[in-house]
Protein backbone atom coordinates (compact mmCIF):
# COMPACT_ATOMS: atom_id res chain seq x y z
CA UNK A 1 0.00 0.00 0.00
CA UNK A 2 3.10 2.27 0.66
CA UNK A 3 4.43 1.67 -2.63
CA UNK A 4 0.96 2.62 -4.51
CA UNK A 5 0.91 5.55 -2.30
CA UNK A 6 4.11 6.92 -2.96
CA UNK A 7 3.01 6.45 -6.78
CA UNK A 8 -0.06 8.21 -6.27
CA UNK A 9 1.78 11.23 -4.11
CA UNK A 10 4.96 11.88 -6.76
CA UNK A 11 2.36 11.84 -9.79
CA UNK A 12 0.37 14.34 -7.70
CA UNK A 13 2.90 16.73 -7.11
CA UNK A 14 4.35 16.74 -9.88
CA UNK A 15 1.05 17.22 -12.03
CA UNK A 16 -0.38 20.35 -9.26
CA UNK A 17 3.13 22.01 -9.92
CA UNK A 18 2.98 21.46 -13.97
CA UNK A 19 -0.39 22.84 -14.09
CA UNK A 20 -0.20 26.02 -11.56
CA UNK A 21 2.91 27.01 -12.96
CA UNK A 22 1.61 26.55 -16.52
CA UNK A 23 -1.80 28.53 -15.55
CA UNK A 24 0.19 31.12 -13.70
CA UNK A 25 2.09 31.72 -16.94
CA UNK A 26 -1.08 31.33 -19.39
CA UNK A 27 -2.76 33.94 -17.36
CA UNK A 28 0.25 36.60 -17.27
CA UNK A 29 1.83 36.50 -20.51
CA UNK A 30 0.81 36.48 -24.37
CA UNK A 31 2.62 33.96 -26.49
CA UNK A 32 5.81 34.72 -27.29
CA UNK A 33 6.07 37.51 -24.45
CA UNK A 34 9.49 37.06 -21.99
CA UNK A 35 10.29 38.18 -18.49
CA UNK A 36 13.90 38.43 -17.84
CA UNK A 37 15.14 36.65 -14.47
CA UNK A 38 18.62 37.39 -13.16
CA UNK A 39 19.77 34.97 -15.15
CA UNK A 40 19.21 36.19 -18.33
CA UNK A 41 19.67 35.77 -21.41
CA UNK A 42 20.61 32.18 -20.21
CA UNK A 43 17.45 31.63 -18.38
CA UNK A 44 14.19 33.84 -18.49
CA UNK A 45 10.31 32.74 -18.55
CA UNK A 46 9.09 32.75 -22.21
CA UNK A 47 5.67 31.40 -23.01
CA UNK A 48 5.55 29.34 -25.64
CA UNK A 49 3.40 26.66 -27.26
CA UNK A 50 4.48 23.29 -28.65
CA UNK A 51 2.26 20.87 -30.86
CA UNK A 52 5.05 18.00 -31.44
CA UNK A 53 7.58 16.43 -29.16
CA UNK A 54 10.66 17.85 -27.36
CA UNK A 55 12.77 20.49 -29.56
CA UNK A 56 9.48 20.98 -31.96
CA UNK A 57 10.15 17.99 -33.34
CA UNK A 58 7.08 16.21 -35.40
CA UNK A 59 4.88 19.33 -34.92
CA UNK A 60 1.50 17.70 -36.52
CA UNK A 61 1.87 14.51 -34.20
CA UNK A 62 -0.17 16.54 -31.54
CA UNK A 63 -2.75 13.60 -31.16
CA UNK A 64 -0.22 10.76 -31.73
CA UNK A 65 2.43 12.40 -28.35
CA UNK A 66 -0.90 12.06 -26.52
CA UNK A 67 -1.79 8.48 -27.65
CA UNK A 68 1.62 7.81 -26.68
CA UNK A 69 1.68 9.65 -23.21
CA UNK A 70 -1.59 7.53 -22.32
CA UNK A 71 0.41 4.22 -22.70
CA UNK A 72 3.18 4.88 -21.45
CA UNK A 73 1.49 5.50 -18.32
CA UNK A 74 -0.88 2.63 -18.45
CA UNK A 75 2.23 0.77 -19.05
CA UNK A 76 3.87 2.33 -16.09
CA UNK A 77 1.43 1.41 -14.13
CA UNK A 78 0.90 -1.94 -15.02
CA UNK A 79 4.19 -3.16 -14.59
CA UNK A 80 4.51 -0.90 -11.41
CA UNK A 81 3.33 -4.02 -8.84
CA UNK A 82 6.78 -5.74 -10.22
CA UNK A 83 9.22 -3.38 -9.02
CA UNK A 84 10.33 -4.52 -5.18
CA UNK A 85 8.80 -3.16 -2.38
CA UNK A 86 13.02 -1.65 -1.53
CA UNK A 87 13.42 0.01 -5.16
CA UNK A 88 12.09 3.82 -3.63
CA UNK A 89 14.10 5.32 -6.51
CA UNK A 90 12.77 3.45 -9.11
CA UNK A 91 9.32 4.29 -7.51
CA UNK A 92 10.17 7.70 -7.63
CA UNK A 93 11.10 8.01 -11.10
CA UNK A 94 7.85 6.52 -12.49
CA UNK A 95 5.94 8.70 -10.66
CA UNK A 96 7.40 11.41 -11.93
CA UNK A 97 7.56 9.97 -15.49
CA UNK A 98 4.05 9.40 -15.23
CA UNK A 99 3.22 12.48 -13.81
CA UNK A 100 5.15 14.82 -16.12
CA UNK A 101 3.48 12.32 -19.01
CA UNK A 102 -0.01 13.25 -17.80
CA UNK A 103 0.84 17.02 -17.29
CA UNK A 104 1.84 17.05 -20.91
CA UNK A 105 -1.45 15.19 -21.75
CA UNK A 106 -3.57 17.64 -20.27
CA UNK A 107 -2.66 20.27 -21.62
CA UNK A 108 -2.92 18.69 -25.05
CA UNK A 109 -6.51 18.16 -23.66
CA UNK A 110 -7.24 21.46 -22.74
CA UNK A 111 -5.02 23.90 -25.39
CA UNK A 112 -4.32 21.20 -28.34
CA UNK A 113 -0.86 22.31 -27.91
CA UNK A 114 1.72 21.89 -24.69
CA UNK A 115 2.50 24.94 -22.56
CA UNK A 116 6.05 25.71 -22.27
CA UNK A 117 7.85 28.21 -20.54
CA UNK A 118 10.99 27.66 -18.87
CA UNK A 119 13.87 28.92 -21.45
CA UNK A 120 17.07 28.34 -21.57
CA UNK A 121 19.81 29.25 -24.05
CA UNK A 122 23.23 29.85 -24.94
CA UNK A 123 22.76 32.77 -26.97
CA UNK A 124 24.16 32.44 -30.90
CA UNK A 125 24.58 27.99 -29.99
CA UNK A 126 21.30 26.86 -28.30
CA UNK A 127 17.62 28.13 -27.24
CA UNK A 128 15.26 25.44 -25.44
CA UNK A 129 11.70 26.11 -24.30
CA UNK A 130 10.33 23.66 -21.74
CA UNK A 131 8.22 23.28 -18.91
CA UNK A 132 8.08 21.57 -15.10
CA UNK A 133 6.10 18.24 -16.67
CA UNK A 134 9.11 17.99 -19.33
CA UNK A 135 11.75 18.12 -16.28
CA UNK A 136 9.91 15.30 -14.38
CA UNK A 137 10.01 13.01 -17.19
CA UNK A 138 13.85 13.29 -17.95
CA UNK A 139 14.42 13.55 -14.38
CA UNK A 140 12.53 10.33 -14.39
CA UNK A 141 14.35 8.29 -16.81
CA UNK A 142 17.49 9.50 -15.17
CA UNK A 143 16.88 7.94 -12.27
CA UNK A 144 15.40 5.30 -13.91
CA UNK A 145 18.78 4.31 -15.50
CA UNK A 146 20.77 5.47 -11.96
CA UNK A 147 18.78 2.75 -10.40
CA UNK A 148 18.80 0.10 -12.84
CA UNK A 149 22.88 0.83 -13.49
CA UNK A 150 23.27 0.67 -9.19
CA UNK A 151 20.84 -2.74 -9.07
CA UNK A 152 23.10 -4.05 -12.12
CA UNK A 153 25.96 -3.51 -10.21
CA UNK A 154 25.17 -4.82 -6.85
CA UNK A 155 23.88 -8.32 -8.55
CA UNK A 156 27.02 -8.62 -10.35
CA UNK A 157 29.31 -7.93 -7.12
CA UNK A 158 27.02 -10.51 -5.43
CA UNK A 159 27.91 -12.86 -7.92
CA UNK A 160 31.33 -12.34 -7.80
CA UNK A 161 31.62 -12.78 -4.13
CA UNK A 162 29.51 -15.83 -4.19
CA UNK A 163 31.69 -17.30 -7.20
CA UNK A 164 34.53 -16.38 -4.61
CA UNK A 165 33.17 -18.15 -1.41
CA UNK A 166 32.00 -21.68 -3.14
CA UNK A 167 33.82 -24.76 -2.10
CA UNK A 168 36.08 -25.50 -5.11
CA UNK A 169 34.87 -28.91 -6.66
Not at 98 to 110: M, P, T, W
Request: aromatic share 10%; hydrophobic share 50%.
Amino acid sequence: MRKWLRLLLVIVLVLAADQISKQMVVSRLSLGASVRTVFSPFFQITRSQNTGASFGFLPQAGDLFLVIAIVVVLAMVYFYPRIPQNAWLTQVATGLVCGGALGNALDRIAYGHVVDFIHYQIPGLISNVSNLADHAIVLGVILLFVDSWRTERAEKRRQAVSEDVAPPV
